[in-house]
């Protein structure tokens, strides 16, 4: 269970990673401030789900859950007057209905993930990943 988890959140985090380098090339590219944390989003799921793939799976799941929070969050104040950054997202787009929807998953699925670990530890059981 706990390697399904694992690689489920891993896959959502690259999805949204991915969706995010999407958004910067097609539409954000020019766009400052919004257009660098849309790149730098996208880095840091692709080297967060590499991690959780390996035997860092807390850490890279603590990680991958403050980067789809603070990426619903983002989206949040972006949909309202002001924006982020003074940014303002003009519709609820495909690819951030998308985005909102494996994010939410991510976090459900490495917050499971993170309840099965402390279980696990709690029991003195090592990980199935961790030699």
């Not at 958004?23 to 996208?42: H, K, M, W």
């Not at 403050?66 to 924006?83: D, F, K, M, N, Y």
């Amino acid at each position: 269970m706990s390697d399904t988890l694992r690689y489920v959140g891993a896959a959502l985090t690259l999805f949204v990673g991915a969706i995010h380098l999407q958004q910067y090339l097609d539409v954000l590219r020019d766009v400052p401030t919004i257009g660098e944390l849309f790149l730098l989003n996208a880095a840091g799921a692709g080297v967060l789900a590499a991690l959780l793939v390996t035997r860092l799976q807390v850490p890279a799941a603590l990680g991958a859950i403050g980067l789809s929070l603070g990426s619903l969050v983002s989206i949040l104040i972006s949909r309202t007057e002001g924006g982020l950054s003074d940014y303002v997202e003009p519709t609820f787009r495909t690819p951030v209905a998308l985005a909102v929807i494996a994010e939410v998953a991510a976090v459900a699925v490495l917050a499971a993930l993170l309840v099965l670990e402390r279980r696990r530890a709690a029991q003195g059981r090592p990980s199935p990943g961790i030699a």
